[in-house]
């Protein structure tokens, strides 16, 4: 038995990447910050994302850079040749099968984000 499953809540690094193909398939790319449970960095942890189909379709019109989302994925190792040294590169990606839009209208639309004086007002 084999499982591959990741689960990660974070925030877009970037607004996403769509391409359209001529088979009708959509991709969508972008980077996703989680913060590690540690003392000792306060550096997060990057993951490159691709959804595909429908949810690529709403990943690229729901979510913007920092944006609160949730995923569910298998990990995928790429592989591919570079051009310039002809060395074998090699990079883990988080094949998104499900995404949960979790944060609030607020956080997406700073518009929306009222002012704090930082005062000693109280509620």
């Not at 996703?32 to 990943?59: Q, Y």
């Not at 990079?91 to 956080?107: A, C, E, F, I, N």
Request: contains cysteine; hydrophobic residues 35%; aromatic residues 8%.
């Amino acid at each position: 038995m084999s499982l591959n499953v990741v689960n990660l809540v974070g925030r877009a690094g970037r607004d996403p990447e769509v391409r359209y193909f001529e088979s009708g398939s959509v991709l969508c790319t972008l980077t996703l910050a989680v913060n590690r449970r540690s003392r000792n960095s306060d550096e997060p942890d990057w993951f490159n994302l691709k959804f595909w189909g429908k949810t690529a379709e709403i990943a690229a019109n729901y979510v913007k850079k920092g944006s609160l989302i949730g995923i569910q994925g298998s990990l995928e190792i790429e592989t591919w040749t570079d051009r310039n040294t002809g060395t074998n590169r090699s990079s883990p990606v988080v094949r998104v099968d499900r995404l949960d839009l979790l944060g609030s209208r607020r956080d997406n639309d700073p518009g929306l984000v009222s002012g704090y004086s930082g005062g000693n007002d109280e509620f």
